[in-house]
């Protein structure tokens, strides 16, 4: 694992913060291509699993691809992690997927601002609204057309204070192998002292260490077969956990040893990858 990430770091801590810093956000309407932005005004909302009711109504876009699937938005969760990834921002920034906007207009202490988005249609939804926001606050703004993982395995040493990135579309713990991938290749443009910041990742983490925990409870010989039965959709899910499997091949769990277990799974699970 490369100097410069935090794992323990969890952006999905609880906080309000966030529902005092004013955000810009994309215009609603229909793009090119039959993209569209739509709103809605919301008061109750859960948040990591946690019902929360808001004191006034909240404004939240949401991002539709031509075939009407949601394809990005700025709920309050989704405001709270990048409220909780921008206090962990410093210096000469890069970040891998614009998404709506949200995490730059968060940080307080970013000298410059560097987007590798591979969309050229969010590009031109949120480069504007970006431009007007950090003009004002005298941070040059840079947006590059790419994949951040082909840039960062072909760009030379970028020496920047922080990598964020935010190009997965789900926290799903069968991503995990791929995204340190990308936080290995992040950590050779970092500045000495520098941090790479990955979305999601304690969240996802942790997602994987409660499958672990129930998978390595069962008795053995009963491990496969429920893998076996998952349905087609949750197949990433299994492979990433056939390795646990393995590692305790024949091997009972019990109750007491299960803290050792899961640790065993969780530093795997952050070192291989994809």
Request: proline share 6%.
């Given at each position: 694992m490369i100097e410069g990430f935090d794992p323990a770091f969890d952006d999905a801590t609880w906080t309000l913060d966030w529902l005092r810093e004013p955000v810009a956000q994309v215009p609603v309407g229909v793009y090119e291509d039959g993209y569209r932005v739509e709103r809605?005004?919301?008061?109750?909302?859960?948040?990591?699993?946690?019902?929360?009711?808001l004191d006034s109504p909240l404004d939240v876009r949401g991002?539709?691809?031509?075939?009407?699937?949601?394809?990005?938005?700025?709920?309050?969760?989704?405001?709270?992690?990048?409220?909780?990834?921008?206090?962990?921002?410093?210096g000469h920034v890069l970040v891998g997927g614009a998404g709506l906007g949200l995490y730059p207009q968060y940080c307080r202490e970013?000298?410059?601002?560097?987007?590798?988005?591979?969309?050229?249609?969010?590009?031109?939804?949120?480069?504007?609204?970006?431009?007007?926001?950090?003009?004002?606050?005298?941070?040059?703004?840079r947006f590059l057309v790419g994949d951040v993982e082909t840039f960062l395995a072909q760009a030379g040493p970028g020496g920047y204070d922080t990598i964020f990135l935010d190009t997965w579309s789900r926290l799903?713990?069968?991503?995990?192998?791929?995204?340190?991938r990308l936080r290995?290749?992040?950590?050779?443009?970092?500045?000495?002292?520098?941090?790479?910041?990955?979305w999601g990742y304690r969240w996802m983490v942790r997602l994987f260490e409660e499958a672990c925990a129930t998978l390595l409870m069962m008795p053995p010989d009963?491990?496969?077969?429920?893998?076996?039965?998952?349905?087609q959709t949750a197949a990433?899910?299994?492979a990433v956990l056939l390795p646990v499997i393995e590692m305790y091949r024949g091997q009972s769990v019990q109750r007491w040893e299960l803290d050792a277990a899961v640790a065993k799974c969780r530093a795997w699970i952050m070192e291989t990858q994809a």
């Amino acid at each position: 694992m490369i100097e410069g990430f935090d794992p323990a770091f969890d952006d999905a801590t609880w906080t309000l913060d966030w529902l005092r810093e004013p955000v810009a956000q994309v215009p609603v309407g229909v793009y090119e291509d039959g993209y569209r932005v739509e709103r809605e005004f919301i008061e109750d909302v859960a948040i990591f699993g946690r019902s929360y009711r808001l004191d006034s109504p909240l404004d939240v876009r949401g991002l539709f691809a031509p075939d009407g699937t949601l394809w990005m938005s700025d709920t309050p969760q989704e405001r709270m992690m990048m409220y909780n990834n921008a206090g962990q921002t410093r210096g000469h920034v890069l970040v891998g997927g614009a998404g709506l906007g949200l995490y730059p207009q968060y940080c307080r202490e970013m000298a410059s601002l560097t987007v590798v988005e591979r969309s050229p249609v969010v590009i031109r939804l949120v480069a504007p609204l970006l431009k007007a926001v950090l003009d004002e606050r005298g941070i040059p703004l840079r947006f590059l057309v790419g994949d951040v993982e082909t840039f960062l395995a072909q760009a030379g040493p970028g020496g920047y204070d922080t990598i964020f990135l935010d190009t997965w579309s789900r926290l799903d713990a069968a991503l995990l192998p791929a995204i340190n991938r990308l936080r290995e290749l992040a950590g050779r443009h970092l500045a000495p002292g520098g941090r790479v910041l990955l979305w999601g990742y304690r969240w996802m983490v942790r997602l994987f260490e409660e499958a672990c925990a129930t998978l390595l409870m069962m008795p053995p010989d009963e491990r496969d077969a429920v893998l076996a039965d998952r349905e087609q959709t949750a197949a990433r899910s299994a492979a990433v956990l056939l390795p646990v499997i393995e590692m305790y091949r024949g091997q009972s769990v019990q109750r007491w040893e299960l803290d050792a277990a899961v640790a065993k799974c969780r530093a795997w699970i952050m070192e291989t990858q994809a």
